[in-house]
């Protein structure tokens, strides 16, 4: 392959997702060949619906990365407790439908996301700071409401928490294609929508979307307010996961959330990132730890050694990219000038 070719590659969007591809690709394939049972339909879905709330709340915290200004979301794991616990008391001390009960958590979780979003837009606070205060926010409001576990004993919600669609020898579980669903729709938002395109541009360069006439301020809240909602969404996901509300549900989730966003080929500067990348990194958190598992004898704290390997290699590549691009770019631009 040529310079020109190999400078044009890297200066695809898209090249980091082709790398994350590859690498699903490769651990699915090592798991396939070490181990008896790892190559089936029923493993393969089981991807799916092991990590349907994380999907979820890493697509809600992509929008805000790709918004650029330092975007990032902490809170999103504590807005799952909040949701969890929220739903568990509700069901257990009133007669409210659940499905009233759901739509509470997401005008919960959305209300969360727009704080954050308000505080970030108009007083220019750092992302990192408003959101760590929100995440302590939601995991004191869920340590009121109640300290112990909660269980979820509501049949109705139940029976949506065990419903499932079969497919071929295995099954994707209710969460896994509300997940599914919200990974398409976010995909087709931020690539056809004037939204998404808006988001892509604030995320590059907010000085030039504000030139170009783009609701900045607009944008950027609304980000926020979607990753909130995302964030309940994957609590309610996570809720019918666990049957339960606790206040150390979702510990941590931010931080694999933001992992799979970045190993996905999100950049963490903003206006870079696809979400059909964010869900093979989900994917691949979830490969490696369907390997452990298999194998038998290894702690489950593996999977944190291993991402944060990746992590901390996709962030160089990210770095040594952009590099690249822009020096393909100068290049270009010089070989244009010469031209004329």
Known sequence: MSKKNSGGLLASPHFPFYVTAVLFIILFGAGSVMFDG???AMNFLNLFNDNAPLIIVTVGITFAILSGFGGIDLSVGAVVALTCMTLAVLMRDTQISPFVCMLIVLVIGTAVGALNGFLIT???LQPFIVTLGTMFLCRGLT???SRDSVPIDNELYGELAF???PIGDGFLSLSAIVALIVVVIAT????YTSFGRGVYAVGGNEQSAR???LKVNAIRLKVYMISGFCASLGGIAYSMSMLSGYTQHGLGMEMDAIAS???GGTQLMGGVGFIPGTLLGVMIQGSILEIISFQGTLSAWWTKIVVGILLCLFIVMQAVVT????RFMSMSAEDSAKKK
């Open 38 to 40: 790892f190559f089936s």
């Open 122 to 124: 108009f007083f220019r």
């Open 143 to 145: 340590a009121i409401l």
């Open 163 to 165: 419903m499932s669609v």
């Open 188 to 191: 087709i938002v931020l690539r």
């Open 211 to 213: 030139l170009m006439g």
């Open 261 to 263: 966003s970045v190993i």
């Open 323 to 326: 590099a690249r691009k822009n």
